[in-house]
């Protein structure tokens, strides 16, 4: 199979969807995989390295996507990447498509096989190519907050950890799963008094365990979150529904409770965002504020440490682009339930139950796709 990877365009979005030594394993496979001149570069990856694992290094974009059959990407096609897919292309990257109704109808227009990351899953019920960049996010979260609170950056001024004889910041994380419990390790590590919030009570057990008497918890209720949110000098948002859009767990009343500088960092954003207020922003600018309230939602941020995020991607998604490309689509999916899963957009059709209910779609069963 011939596998394209191109240069990605979104702002500031430095990662790139392999790495030399997957690309070696591809081609090691019998593949042919094409890069685009330069799509390594943000990530401290030089054409050379590519050329040197086995790969054929293209000038043009268009030649990418125009040989290519399986384009592997990182984050979800723009406008004018979507213009240039064809009906016989796979496409493997993050979609995020529930809270994003353009990109599904082109998707859908376009004919093309489209498989998310962030919806495959895994034989215990986790999320295995979202997990690597929601650990990042997580881990990013808290050091975007305590950036977002100084007050060059409209915050309120306060030092995530204090100093002896100033209280530390107040840290409200709502969610508890990956995103959120990284992002609980790095601001309990900065010092701040940590509340993580969560529906699932082994969640909290989970958590409590790990954290000790350091970390606080609470179940989530609205009049709790309200509670809590009134408080906080930073709220990190990482609620997650697989394919779904995010719950909007933080509304406009409650925002108007909170301190005149506090920080919201929605890591949901990619999903539509917690907080009814989000929207989405980009690296080169960040931040907005609304009723006082700074709001960070970049949709990717991953992107601002793409080295690292790179490279941890790349060794979550390289066996399904094996199985993918070693098999092809429809047997690889048929022999595998929960790479199934990832499956989105196929023969025109939305094929991911949370998507078609979040948008309206009529749903094509998986069973139908794969023949289709």
């Known amino acids: 199979m011939r596998i394209g990877v191109p240069k990605e365009i979104k702002d500031h979005e430095d990662r790139v969807g392999l790495v030399p030594s997957s690309v070696a394993e591809l081609v090691a496979h019998g593949h042919e995989v094409l890069v685009e001149k330069g799509a390594g570069r943000g990530a401290g990856i030089a054409d050379r390295d590519f050329v040197k694992a086995g790969a054929r290094i293209l000038d043009a974009v268009d030649a990418v996507w125009g040989e290519a059959e399986m384009i592997v990407k990182v984050k979800e096609p723009l406008a004018v990447e979507r213009e240039k897919l064809r009906p016989d292309h796979l496409l493997f990257t993050y979609l995020h498509l529930a809270p994003d109704p353009d990109q599904t109808r082109d998707l859908v227009a376009s004919g093309a096989t489209c498989v998310a990351y962030e919806t495959v899953t895994s034989a215990t019920g986790g999320l295995p190519l979202l997990t690597p960049m929601s650990e990042v996010a997580g881990r990013m979260a808290a050091q975007v907050g305590a950036h977002a609170l100084e007050n ?8 995530l950890g204090g100093v002896p004889g100033v209280a530390p910041a107040k840290v409200v994380v709502l969610g508890g799963g990956v995103s959120g419990t ?33 970390l606080k918890t609470a179940a989530s209720t609205r009049e709790t979150i309200a509670a809590l949110v009134a408080e906080a000098d930073l ?11 995010a719950p909007k767990l933080i509304t406009r009343p409650m925002l108007k409770t909170m301190k005149r500088g506090s920080v919201i960092v929605d890591v949901a954003i990619d999903q539509g965002g917690c907080a ?34 790179t490279f941890a991607l790349s060794n979550a998604t390289l066996p399904f682009a094996l199985a993918l490309a ?9 022999e595998d339930p929960h790479l199934a899963n990832g499956l989105n957009v196929c023969a025109g059709r939305v094929t991911h139950p949370a998507v078609a209910e979040a948008l309206g779609y009529d749903l094509l069963p998986l069973d139908r796709a794969l023949a289709a």
Do not use: Q
């Open 152 to 159: 060059a950056a409209k915050g309120r001024g306060v030092l």
């Open 182 to 214: 990284h992002a609980t390790t790095i601001a309990l590590g900065m010092g701040a008094d940590v509340t993580v919030v969560d529906r699932s009570l082994d969640v909290l057990r989970r958590l409590d365990a790990r954290f000790g008497p350091r």
């Open 235 to 245: 709220v990190i948002g990482t609620v997650l529904i697989p394919g779904a859009a």
């Open 276 to 309: 009814e207020t989000s929207r989405a922003t980009t690296h080169s600018r960040p931040t907005y504020v609304v009723d006082g309230v700074v709001h960070y939602c970049v949709a990717n941020m991953p992107g601002g440490v793409a080295r690292t995020s």
């Open 326 to 334: 070693d098999k092809g689509w429809r047997r690889a999916l048929a």
